[in-house]
C-alpha cells in the first residue's frame, strides 16, 4: 500500500497562493492516480482536482478552475496543489489520495490511500 503524507499548508491572505505537496512512500506513485480533496468544518468532504496515472489527463471542479492546478513528478514520487487566487471559501483541511484507476476521478469512493490532511485558511 502506498502511504501519503501532505504538507504546506496555512494561514494566508486572500488573492494570495501556497502550494501543497503530497509525498508518497512504500510504492511508486506511479502506479496509481491522485486526487486532491477538502473539508470545510460543518460541510461534507468534497472533490477539488486529480491527476491521471500518467500526468496526461487532469479534472477539476468548477470552483477552483482556473485557480487551481494539480501536477505529479513519479520520479520524486510527488504530487503537488498549486494555488492561486485564494478565496475565504477555500478554508478547509486538504488532502491527497491515491487511486489504483489509471483516470482523475472525483469520486471519493475511488480512492482507497489517504493521507492526513493540511490544514488551508485563508483570511479575509
Known amino acids: 500500500q502506498v502511504q501519503l503524507v501532505e504538507s504546506g499548508g496555512g494561514l494566508v491572505q486572500a488573492g494570495g497562493s501556497l502550494r501543497l505537496s503530497c509525498a508518497a512512500s512504500g510504492r511508486t506513485l506511479s502506479a496509481y492516480s491522485v486526487g486532491w480533496f477538502r473539508q470545510a468544518p460543518g460541510k461534507e468532504r468534497e472533490f477539488v482536482t486529480a491527476?491521471?496515472?500518467?500526468?496526461?489527463?487532469?479534472n477539476s471542479a468548477n470552483s477552483v478552475k482556473g485557480r487551481f492546478t494539480i501536477s505529479r513528478d513519479n520520479v520524486k514520487n510527488m504530487a503537488y496543489l498549486q494555488m492561486n487566487s485564494l478565496k475565504p471559501e477555500d478554508t478547509a483541511v486538504y488532502y491527497c489520495?491515491?487511486?489504483?484507476?489509471?483516470?482523475?476521478?472525483?469520486?471519493?469512493?475511488?480512492?482507497?490511500?489517504w493521507g492526513q490532511g493540511t490544514q488551508v485558511t485563508v483570511s479575509s
Open positions: 489520495a491515491a487511486s489504483t484507476t489509471a483516470w482523475a476521478s472525483s469520486q471519493p469512493s475511488v480512492y482507497l490511500q
Open positions: 491527476i491521471s496515472r500518467g500526468g496526461n489527463m487532469t
